[in-house]
């Protein structure tokens, strides 16, 4: 084996140990931004407004005898009980000194 074969070889096996580096570090941040995004208080609100609308949607469509759909929900809920739902928790919130 000549040594620039060696040299081509020893360069592709450190490319490659780079390459899973790489990959692992980006690995390691995906999952610590997943758990920050997880935890944050915005995902925690949207959660929450996103099982108000998902009850809106049964209680609609058990009403009307056919699934509304969630477009349709979500509009509709909006449009009557947001702005009420969301004093209520920020009140809620507000009393009991925890975050929402």
């Given amino acids: 084996m000549n040594v620039i074969h060696k040299l081509q070889q020893d360069e ?23 758990a920050m995004i997880n935890n944050s208080e915005s995902y925690k609100e949207f959660l ?8 809106h949607k049964w209680i609609e469509s058990e009403k009307a005898g056919y699934d509304i759909g969630f477009e349709r929900a979500l509009l509709d809920w909006t449009l009557k009980y947001r702005a009420a ?8 919130s507000a009393l009991t000194g925890c975050a929402l």
């Avoid at 929450?48 to 009850?55: G, P, T, W």
């Fill in 48 to 55: 929450a407004e996103r099982q108000e609308i998902l009850c």
């Fill in 85 to 92: 739902w969301r004093v209520k928790r920020y009140r809620k």
């Fill in 12 to 34: 592709e096996m450190a490319l490659d140990a780079l390459g899973e580096l790489a990959q692992k570090d980006s690995t390691e941040a995906t999952i610590a931004e997943d």
